[in-house]
């Protein structure tokens, strides 16, 4: 049956699900938002919460049996706090808890401890007060500086939507040349000095869409195409229509015939209204446009 439909072998299978990426408005964002996706959820991050093997083998201590090594990482729950925040990799974990030796187990959440700190952004030149945990504060200082630990950990390693925020107006500043340092020249030539390597990595077009959640990718290309499209109403379109017949047609309350080439502005379309309206209420012409015109005013 497989060679008789459309999919061909691929239903051997079964019928594959489209992704988002597939279908709809997601089938046209472009390759750069593609990549910072790939490199925010499927790519797999660091270990926080279990401390990884590196042997493929190990030898059980009771049964003395070989097994394989499977380094399966916990399952994280992204709570909205935690978007609002900086927790260094960190999420909850649900999962069971014996907490007696006779009962059964309970379901539990593990928790990070969160703390609110003040961190800064060179490239920014601003202060910060962020909810953060304790790993964060560490991996700031094993980087020497927030803005070397948002440009070297990968999206999937921040994890958070405010640190991909950050990470994107940082990648910004540096690429216009850390405007907000323009007051000190010397500093602002070290700082593009000391952070500049990091943009070797980007492109224009991966920095304009790095750090946005698919929603807002949505809504920015939706954006865009309502720009390059630039929709005129019907009923400007239709106005415009008659005032030319009219005007061809040599009716004097019209106005004067413009040139085809000419382009319509706001001062043209307010004067084709004001010519309508002089129609409608010339006397000689009452009778025969207010059968037109369904919104003008009818003799009673």
Not at 147 to 154: E, F, S
């Amino acid at each position: 049956m497989a060679h008789a439909t459309p999919q061909g072998v691929k239903l051997l299978n079964g019928f594959k699900r489209p992704s988002r990426f597939e279908k709809g408005l997601g089938a046209q964002l472009p390759d750069a938002y593609k990549k910072f996706w790939r490199e925010w959820k499927l790519t797999k991050p660091a270990a926080v919460h279990y401390i990884p093997k590196e042997s493929e083998w190990e030898r059980d201590e009771v049964t003395h049996a070989i097994k394989p090594v499977q380094n399966i990482p916990l399952p994280l729950i992204d709570t909205p706090e935690s978007h609002q925040g900086i927790w260094g990799g960190e999420a909850v974990i649900k999962g069971f808890q014996k907490r007696h030796q006779t009962k059964r187990r309970v379901p539990h959440f593990w928790v990070p401890t969160l703390k609110r700190s003040v961190v800064h952004s060179q490239v920014l030149n601003e202060y910060m007060s962020v909810v953060v945990t304790e790993r964060t504060l560490e991996q700031i200082h094993e980087c020497h500086g927030f803005d070397h630990y948002l440009l070297k950990n990968l999206a999937c390693d921040l994890r958070s939507a405010l640190a991909l925020k950050l990470k994107r107006e940082v990648l910004k500043a540096l690429q216009q040349g850390c405007p907000a340092l323009a007051a000190e020249p010397k500093h602002q030539e070290q700082v593009l000095k000391e952070y500049s390597p990091y943009l070797e990595s980007y492109t224009n077009e991966e920095i304009d869409w790095y750090g946005h959640t698919y929603l807002e990718a949505i809504r920015k290309l939706q954006n865009q195409l309502r720009a390059a499209e630039q929709v005129l109403p019907h009923k400007v379109e239709f106005r415009s229509k008659l005032i030319e017949q009219l005007r061809e047609a040599g009716i004097a309350e019209a106005g004067k015939i413009e040139s085809k080439d000419a382009q319509p502005s706001a001062d043209h379309k307010d004067s084709d209204i004001e010519a309508l309206t002089k129609l409608e209420t010339s006397p000689s012409s009452s009778s025969w446009l207010s059968k037109i015109n369904p919104f003008g005013k009818k003799e009673t």
